[in-house]
């Protein structure tokens, strides 16, 4: 059986970081498992958690007036979904829903935002991955929105 140390330590988002962090992290995780179609959380909740996702896909949707709900991006095993806790408001800026059965650890947030005050080489290694994770958001969201604004209609 998988221990949830050995799991964080397998995941691309903790390659490489220090055996100690991984063992305060394991204090903040849990195993979650969302059905196809449930969401994982909604556009202005409160962002309590983080996910690794270990097995499945989720969706990163936004709703957009007259058109319905526009999937950002999909994210797979592997991917790290939700960077919102991290900053305040705390608050969530897109909708996740599952596309099939999805597997995760699920990192609290109030628990991390604790260890990293404790330790700043903590807080500081997980704010440089957490910048990436933005960045591919939001070249992500650029290019979704390049795709669906950017066409100009033919005369």
């Known amino acids: 059986m ?3 140390e050995r799991l964080l330590a397998a995941h691309p ?3 490489d970081l220090r055996p100690e962090h991984l063992q305060v992290l394991v204090g903040c995780a849990a195993n979650v498992r969302f059905e196809a179609g449930q969401y994982i959380f909604r556009e202005g909740e409160e962002a309590k958690t983080f996910y690794l996702l270990r097995h499945g896909r989720v969706a990163l949707e936004m709703a957009v ?3 319905g709900s526009l999937t950002i991006q ?3 095993e592997g991917d790290v979904l939700g960077w919102a806790w991290l900053f305040p408001p705390h ?3 897109f909708d996740a829903r599952a596309v099939e059965l ?3 650890i699920a990192m609290d947030g109030q628990c991390l935002r604790d260890k990293c005050e ?3 080489s903590l807080g500081y290694e997980l704010v440089k991955r957490f910048a990436q994770v933005i960045v591919e958001r939001l070249q992500a969201t650029r290019l ?3 795709d669906v604004y950017g066409h100009v209609p033919h005369r």
């Open 74 to 76: 999909t994210i797979r």
């Open 102 to 104: 999805v597997r995760a």
């Open 13 to 15: 988002f903790f390659k």
């Open 2 to 4: 998988e221990t949830l």
């Open 144 to 146: 979704q929105l390049l």
């Open 65 to 67: 007036p007259g058109r």
């Open 118 to 120: 404790q330790d700043h």
């Open 91 to 93: 608050r969530w800026h």
